[in-house]
């Protein structure tokens, strides 16, 4: 491998889009027999749409899940029935209650404060006593305390946040979280949890992609296009809907998606706050018996931007949201490279398997080359890449150690197009996985593509990339 990157060195500038496209048509020849096209998987189940009408998946509409109807279809296909299983990026927790449901123990890792509040609410509802948090909220709905009570503190804002709800609202959310501090505290993480669901339904903002958007009545200017959302509910309209919502999902003994009653002994949980960089190096070697994940994808989708409105009402300032940014998988024009050798001398393998990944190594050239010409709509995109990979190969190599052998790993991922460059990522950290101890055993593939992005369409027409969930099985 290491003699690719070299030849990758003296090929002529003009040639190099031509190299980087045999050294795809290569690796993708070499993996054909591993591709498998499923029509039982589609868009749907790799995104939050399969989860939208599932009750207690649907409180919180965590754009970036898969279903949990995913996680049921793996555990099954692949035999998964006991033992324990770990999610590195376990983002609203669906592969924790998916997996957990179906009697298995889990662990999980999950950085954003958000999914770690959705995850540990979730849990305190399913070991607390129901009926209460069902009072409390029939009494809310009923009594609506935000409409009389006091606002005695200020509503936490970001730079990025400032004016992001008509100001009725804004004082309204205010009086409801003084009541809320009232309550006891099972109740109380209840009402928050509630109004973390509805904070895009009601302020002047709609996540998208990389950012929020933000209708013409903010008084924010976003390009020539003014944006209108359309109808905003009040706050009493979104949060007694959210009430209801909830309280009709809990109550629901006898249904398949009830959150306390279960055919079977659910499996333990626990979650661990942090960087997966920082916490995978801490857990105990050949000890898990699958993994099942979805890292960020190399989109340039800024997590700390799309939920800019909940890290605040969290209490996030512009420090931690920095700090926040820069924890995150490289996924974004802004993160800095990060000393991975200082976090953990023993990736050096890791980072060798990834210097020595020619196809990686061809495109890496040609978006530095790109970037020197002056052709990137952003200079950071060479950098992103390359950490987004290299640090992948170090989440890659951490996983091979604490997977037992022969458990299997399970990554939900997109391949991106950057200067109208295809990058098949399934098939680099595929090559990669190979390097650090990984079988091949499956690349599952979805029935339709995804088209590249609006702004490289009008360039370099509508091409579609591969979405995969890729099945790597660790060496026995």
Same mark, same amino acid.
């Given at each position: 491998?290491?003699?690719?990157?070299?030849?990758?060195?003296?090929?002529?500038?003009?040639?190099?889009?031509?190299?980087?496209?045999?050294?795809?048509?290569?690796?993708?020849?070499?993996?054909?027999?591993?591709?498998?096209?499923?029509?039982?998987?589609? =868009?749907?189940?790799?995104?939050?749409?399969?989860?939208? $009408?599932?009750?207690?998946?649907?409180?919180?509409?965590?754009?970036?899940?898969?279903?949990? %109807?995913?996680?049921?279809?793996?555990?099954?296909?692949?035999?998964?029935? #006991?033992? =324990?299983?770990?999610?590195?990026?376990?983002? %609203?927790?669906?592969?924790?209650?998916?997996?957990? +449901?179906?009697?298995?123990?889990?662990?999980?890792?999950?950085?954003?404060?958000?999914?770690?509040?959705?995850? +540990?609410?979730?849990?305190?509802?399913?070991?607390?006593?129901? %009926? +209460?948090?069902?009072?409390?909220?029939?009494?809310?709905?009923?009594?609506?305390?935000?409409?009389?009570?006091?606002?005695?503190?200020?509503?936490?804002?970001? @730079?990025? $946040?400032?004016? *992001?709800?008509?100001?009725?609202? @804004?004082?309204?959310?205010?009086?409801?979280?003084?009541?809320?501090?009232?309550?006891?505290?099972?109740? &109380?993480?209840?009402?928050?949890?509630?109004?973390?669901?509805?904070?895009?339904?009601?302020?002047?903002?709609?996540?998208?992609?990389?950012?929020?958007?933000?209708?013409?009545?903010?008084? &924010?200017?976003?390009?020539?296009?003014?944006?209108?959302?359309?109808?905003?509910?009040?706050?009493?309209?979104?949060?007694?809907? /959210?009430?209801?919502?909830?309280?009709?999902?809990?109550?629901?003994?006898?249904?398949?998606?009830?959150?306390?009653?279960?055919?079977?002994?659910?499996?333990?949980?626990?979650?661990?706050?942090?960087?997966?960089?920082?916490?995978?190096? /801490?857990?105990?070697?050949?000890?898990?018996?699958?993994?099942?994940?979805?890292?960020?994808?190399?989109?340039?989708?800024?997590?700390?931007?799309?939920?800019?409105? +909940?890290?605040?009402?969290?209490?996030?300032?512009?420090?931690?949201?920095?700090?926040? #940014?820069?924890?995150?998988?490289?996924?974004?024009?802004?993160? =800095?490279?990060?000393?991975?050798?200082?976090?953990?001398?023993?990736?050096?393998?890791?980072?060798?398997?990834?210097?020595?990944?020619?196809?990686?190594?061809?495109?890496?050239?040609?978006?530095?080359?790109?970037?020197?010409?002056?052709?990137?709509?952003?200079?950071?995109?060479?950098?992103?890449?390359?950490?987004?990979?290299?640090?992948?190969?170090?989440?890659?190599?951490?996983? *091979? #150690?604490?997977? /037992?052998?022969?458990?299997?790993?399970?990554?939900?991922?997109?391949?991106?197009?950057?200067?109208?460059?295809?990058?098949?990522?399934?098939?680099?950290?595929?090559?990669?996985?190979?390097?650090?101890?990984?079988?091949?055993?499956?690349?599952?593939?979805?029935?339709?593509?995804?088209?590249?992005?609006?702004?490289?369409?009008?360039?370099?027409? #509508?091409?579609?990339?591969?979405?995969?969930?890729?099945?790597? =099985? /660790?060496?026995?």
């Amino acid at each position: 491998m290491a003699e690719n990157k070299q030849n990758i060195l003296v090929v002529k500038p003009e040639d190099l889009l031509g190299h980087i496209d045999a050294m795809d048509c290569e690796l993708c020849s070499e993996f054909d027999s591993k591709f498998l096209n499923l029509e039982t998987i589609s =868009r749907l189940h790799v995104s939050f749409q399969d989860n939208k $009408t599932r009750a207690i998946y649907r409180w919180y509409k965590f754009k970036e899940a898969f279903s949990a %109807s995913l996680v049921e279809f793996l555990l099954d296909k692949y035999k998964i029935t #006991r033992g =324990r299983l770990l999610d590195p990026f376990a983002g %609203s927790g669906t592969t924790l209650f998916a997996a957990s +449901e179906s009697g298995i123990d889990v662990d999980g890792i999950e950085l954003l404060p958000i999914g770690q509040q959705i995850i +540990e609410t979730r849990k305190l509802l399913d070991s607390s006593d129901i %009926s +209460e948090i069902i009072s409390g909220l029939t009494r809310w709905a009923i009594t609506k305390p935000w409409e009389h009570g006091e606002a005695k503190d200020c509503l936490n804002e970001l @730079r990025i $946040t400032k004016n *992001a709800y008509p100001e009725r609202t @804004r004082l309204e959310l205010e009086k409801y979280l003084n009541a809320a501090k009232q309550e006891n505290p099972h109740l &109380r993480i209840a009402l928050i949890f509630s109004v973390l669901c509805i904070l895009e339904t009601i302020s002047y903002t709609r996540k998208d992609g990389q950012y929020l958007r933000w209708d013409y009545r903010s008084g &924010r200017q976003q390009g020539n296009h003014p944006f209108d959302k359309g109808h905003i509910p009040s706050f009493s309209e979104a949060i007694i809907t /959210k009430f209801k919502q909830i309280i009709c999902d809990i109550q629901n003994p006898d249904g398949k998606d009830s959150l306390w009653k279960t055919e079977r002994k659910a499996g333990t949980m626990n979650l661990y706050s942090g960087s997966c960089l920082e916490i995978m190096p /801490k857990l105990h070697s050949d000890y898990y018996d699958a993994v099942i994940t979805s890292p960020p994808y190399c989109n340039r989708y800024d997590y700390t931007r799309t939920y800019a409105l +909940e890290l605040a009402l969290l209490g996030t300032d512009e420090t931690e949201l920095v700090r926040l #940014r820069q924890n995150m998988l490289s996924c974004t024009v802004e993160n =800095r490279s990060k000393d991975l050798l200082n976090l953990n001398p023993e990736w050096c393998t890791a980072i060798d398997c990834a210097e020595n990944q020619g196809l990686l190594q061809a495109i890496l050239e040609h978006l530095n080359l790109q970037k020197n010409l002056g052709n990137l709509n952003n200079n950071g995109i060479p950098r992103m890449v390359r950490g987004y990979f290299y640090e992948m190969a170090c989440v890659i190599q951490e996983s *091979a #150690r604490v997977l /037992k052998p022969n458990a299997p790993l399970f990554m939900v991922n997109d391949n991106v197009r950057y200067d109208g460059v295809g990058i098949s990522v399934d098939l680099i950290l595929s090559k990669i996985a190979e390097c650090l101890g990984f079988r091949v055993e499956h690349i599952l593939v979805l029935q339709s593509g995804k088209g590249n992005s609006s702004q490289q369409m009008g360039e370099y027409g #509508r091409k579609s990339l591969r979405k995969c969930v890729y099945v790597w =099985r /660790k060496n026995g």
